[in-house]
Each structure stands twice: as C-alpha cells, then as structure tokens.
C-alpha cells in the first residue's frame, strides 16, 4: 500500500513516514522545502518529493498509484508572508489535494486540522461541538479548508478529520523548546495568574491516531480532537517540566495585558523586515487562551488511547533536546 503524507519533512509528517515505512507502507512524503535532517526520511526508504500542494501538477505526480493520503502541509507560523499565502496553501492547497485524490480513486484522506479552530475553550473541557471562534489566520483558514473535505466526502472520497492539540516531543526543536529553555535557565517569567488550560499532545499519540483513521470503516466523515489524556493548568506544565529536566525554576507573575499590546506592536513592526520578532499575539495567546478538550469521540469511534503520559512524554523530549545541543 502506498501513502502520500504532504508535509512530509516537517516535525508531524517525519514522525508519521517513519511509522508508515516501519508497518511496510510505500511512502511519498512531499513538502515544500527540505526540513530537520530530512537525509534521514531519504534513507528509510521515503520517496522525498520537493514542491508545494499549491502546485496542481506536483501533487498530481505525487498522488499517481495512491491508496492513503495523509495531508499535514500547511502554511503555518509563517510571519512574513502575507496572510493570502495562509488562503492559498491551507484552504487552495487542500483543495487541490483532495481532487487529485479522488481523481486517483483514492481509499481515504486524512486531514490534519488543528484545535486551534475552537480558539479559546469557553467552558473547558471543549468536544467537537464547541464554538468554531479560531483566532488567527492560520486556525481561521485550516478550518475553511474543513468544509472542502466535507464536500469531497459527499462526492464518494471517504476522509476522517484530525484536530490535534499542542503537538510537542523528540524531533522538534520549535514549538515546546521555548519552554524547556526557560525551564533550563531557572526562571520563567509567568504573565497573567498561570491557571489557563493547556492540552498538550505527544507526538507518538499523535501518529497513533493517525493510523487509525487510516483503517477501514473508522471516523469516516467525521472530525476528531486527539490530545493526551490530560490537560493541565500552564504553570503545573512548567512544574512538570523542571521535574522531567531536574531543575529547580522559580516562576515570578507579571500582568499579561502589556505583553499582549507588545505582541501586537512587535508583529507589526518587524514584519516588513520579514523577521520573526521575539514576541507576537500567538505565543502570547499561550497565557489566556484555555485549551483543554474531550477525546470521547476518538475513543470510542477510532479506538483512540493516548499510550504517553506528560510526565513522560517532558522527560523524553528533554532527553531529546539535551542530546541534539539544544538544551
């Protein structure tokens, strides 16, 4: 059986190659650029495609002799292209995806989307029928790309829509390493009261849940949140965290409010100069925007049951960026 996972040298999609080619997929991993130790995915045996889902004939190559699709591409985090370019590759690019594989008669097409179209959870824990209020263009435009897949599953594509949480965990040196730097140091400086919901999820519960709607008759037509089995308030993560790196922190409190006008103000003026500044309403967003989900659906439907706790999870993404010079 062969595989097409679009942003497939990323973070998610390497992880996903990897267990793909381990349970003897045949796997095209296309991305638009070359990404952490991408030699890697070339020596597992990964047909290594370089080129954008944007591009019409790239994803038709991509796609030829395609049982499964796994699509994860997305413009993502990306501060110095206009927000078109999220339009184009989130929503067009999915779009051009999905019809190349239904034109290729494809078994199943899985969307990775993000919790993020839930925006902050009201009256947390939040499941799939939670407000749809995302917060920015890139969970605005990967839920608009949401009602294309519907669309293709009522022309006869069966599809299954993933909505991660804060995906985190060996392999990334992005997204959680802001985190254990701050941790490593002994201080993380704590804007706001520290009691927001966070909802992490570890990578390999992730790919887990992204095999499973690969099968036979599981989610069809239907979206998922997938996360670990806990959520926990920001400041007991960044106490996890000391634990899982043996460090002592202190965490001193500052009010949020003039961080989220400095995020603002830095956004915009660095943007022309296409440089990601130090701090913008994303990662500020981290302090005031409650996160914590249900997994009932994917449980009970997928068969969905997170194997790697925090605890453990923190310990071994530490290990990991201790090994890689990070930390």
């Avoid at 130790?37 to 796609?63: F, H, N, P, Y």
């Avoid at 990775?112 to 009201?122: M, Q």
Wanted: aromatic share 12%.
């Amino acid at each position: 059986m062969k595989v097409l996972v679009t942003g497939g040298t990323g973070f998610t999609g390497k992880a996903l190659v990897r267990r793909l080619l381990d349970e003897g997929y045949e796997v095209v991993a296309l991305d638009y650029k070359e990404g952490l130790k991408t030699e890697e995915l070339r020596a597992w045996g990964a047909d290594v495609r370089i080129g954008s889902v944007t591009d019409k004939d790239v994803v038709a190559e991509c796609m030829k002799g395609v049982d499964y699709v796994q699509h994860l591409a997305a413009a993502f985090r990306e501060l110095d292209v206009p927000n078109e370019y999220y339009e184009e590759v989130n929503v067009g690019g999915t779009r051009l995806t999905l019809e190349a594989a239904h034109k290729e008669g494809v078994k199943k097409f899985v969307y990775c989307s993000t919790c993020g179209v839930h925006g902050n959870i009201d009256n947390p824990p939040g499941g799939e029928d939670a407000p749809i209020q995302p917060a920015d263009y890139y969970q605005r435009t990967k839920y608009e790309a949401e009602p294309v897949v519907r669309e293709y599953f009522e022309k006869g594509l069966k599809t299954v829509i993933l909505r991660p949480a804060a995906i985190y965990g060996p392999g990334d040196p992005e997204r959680f390493f802001m985190i254990f730097k701050r941790v490593a140091s002994g201080r993380f400086p704590m804007f706001g009261n520290g009691r927001t919901y966070y909802h992490p999820l570890y990578i390999d519960n992730l790919i887990d849940a992204c095999m499973l709607a690969m099968q036979e008759g599981k989610g069809d037509g239907n979206a998922y949140l997938i996360a670990d089995e806990e959520y926990l308030e920001i400041e007991e993560l960044v106490k996890r965290t000391a634990k899982a790196l043996g460090v002592d922190v202190k965490i001193p409190h500052y009010p949020v409010w003039p961080v989220v006008v400095l995020g603002h103000i830095c956004e915009k003026a660095f943007k022309p100069f296409h440089i990601v500044p130090p701090i913008f309403p994303r990662r500020v967003d981290w302090y005031r925007q409650n996160r914590a989900f249900k997994i009932d659906n994917a449980k009970h439907d997928l068969g969905y049951q997170p194997k790697i706790g925090i605890d453990e999870g923190l310990r071994r993404t530490g290990e990991w960026y201790k090994a890689e010079g990070y930390l």
